[in-house]
């Protein structure tokens, strides 16, 4: 059985990665799915480099550790869910 994470990758005055946290918190809760959040700091730039990150906030789904899409930018809940759930029962 496969096994959906998420990873949100954000930016600490990133006014949009705020509004957004709570929103990708409860879509996964509801789904059952981890979310990591990964800060973007000097202390996380070769992991934010290595993954490509290069725009505030990210959502990568990973499916087993692996990545299989990605949003990047603010999205409205009702659109993130619709994503979301696509991508999970790919």
Aim: proline share 3%.
């Amino acid at each position: 059985m496969s096994r959906f994470s998420l990873l949100e990758v954000s930016g600490e005055s990133c006014a949009n990665c705020l509004t957004l946290l709570p929103v990708v918190n409860r879509l996964a809760a509801v789904r059952g799915l981890e979310v990591e959040h990964l800060e973007v700091s000097e202390a996380t730039a070769g992991r934010v480099r290595a993954l490509g990150i290069d725009r505030v906030p990210t959502l990568i789904v990973l499916k087993d550790g692996a990545e299989v899409a990605r949003c990047t930018g603010y999205q409205p809940e009702e659109i993130l869910e619709l994503w979301l759930d696509a991508k999970i029962q790919e």
